[in-house]
């Protein structure tokens, strides 16, 4: 696969643009794969396999030092039935009254974002939800919206090079994807701070990012706390950054993801959201490095 990059940057330079499902093809085409869509799709089936690619174009950008890593998660709509979800078992009732001299109280089980701090992010990841499903956030006019598919969680550096990219459901909160993908970003590339909105805003996320000797900045959640202060004026500049994950999503969804995602299924819509993501870090790589 050495020589794969080498026909990604004539192909894109004799193209200018392409969309995901064409580079696939080509890309599998030079390296010797059949032309066939089934052994086309046995080629590149994962999204890890997807990352051992991906991950090539990291060596040696940047001598793997970055002062910002951006995070944050795109909505993608998937043309197929949302999964059931299983239902949750009842908790037996509690007693009322004081509880006794000699009675145990029960352990109260860890949130998953205290267990992520502990396990291996392939393992954090592995436990979340992938299945299509119904998500619902906050648009950047305060507007909440549903839709039935999956989420894309970025992260990228300051000059927009995508360092990390995970596929779940759409029901998955965005702050159970900040531990596991700031340990894959880590062990990438060196940065001294991590960029989040007010999604990520919880004390199990802050007190990892600390113990790892970076500084986090995250928009304060006044949900929880009203009279939280803002960030310091240092930090709201620094915070400005955050708009380069923003507008990485636009380039993808204006230029390189095709506008319906026709395939079904949590492999198949992920060839789609990694390919985009590679041509993005090819484009990024030939604007920065190479042209």
């Known amino acids: 696969m050495d020589h794969i990059p080498k026909a990604w940057i004539s192909f894109i330079r004799a193209r200018g643009s392409l969309l995901p499902c064409s580079w696939v093809f080509r890309a599998a085409v030079y390296n010797g794969c059949s032309n066939k869509p ?3 799709f046995k080629y590149f089936h994962t999204s890890v396999q997807m990352f051992h690619i991906w991950c090539s174009f990291l ?15 795109s909505a993608n709509a998937g043309r197929e039935k949302a999964a059931k979800t299983a239902k949750k078992d009842k908790k037996p009732p509690k007693k009322r009254g004081r509880p006794g001299k000699n009675e145990v109280k029960p352990v109260k089980e860890p949130a998953v974002i205290e267990k992520q701090a ?7 990841i592995g436990e979340l939800d992938k299945a299509c499903s119904w998500g619902c956030k906050m648009n950047s006019q305060g507007h909440g919206y549903t839709w ?9 550096s300051d000059l927009g090079f995508p360092l990390t990219a995970v596929v779940t459901a759409a029901n998955v ?4 994807l900040a531990i596991p993908m700031e340990k894959l970003t880590e062990s990438k590339v060196v940065f001294c701070y991590s960029l989040m909105d007010s999604g990520y805003d919880a004390q199990a996320i802050d007190a990892f990012i600390r113990s790892c000797g970076r500084i986090p900045i995250i928009d304060p959640n006044k949900r929880n706390d009203k009279n939280r202060p803002p960030l310091d004026p240092a930090k709201q ?5 955050r708009t380069t994950v923003e507008r990485s999503y636009s380039h993808l969804k204006d230029h390189l993801l095709p506008k319906n995602i026709f395939v079904k299924g949590h492999e198949k ?23």
Do not use: P, W
């Open 38 to 40: 089934v052994l086309l």
């Open 59 to 73: 060596t040696g950008i940047c001598n793997g030092y970055v002062y910002h890593v951006c995070r944050d998660s």
């Open 118 to 124: 502990l396990q291996d992010a392939a393992a954090s």
């Open 148 to 156: 039935k598919g999956y989420k894309l969680h970025l992260d990228v």
């Open 173 to 176: 909160h965005d702050s159970q």
């Open 237 to 241: 500049e620094r915070y400005k950054i």
């Open 269 to 291: 819509v992920s060839l789609v959201l990694m390919s985009a993501v590679i041509c993005l870090s090819v484009l990024k790589h030939l604007q920065y490095f190479v042209c």
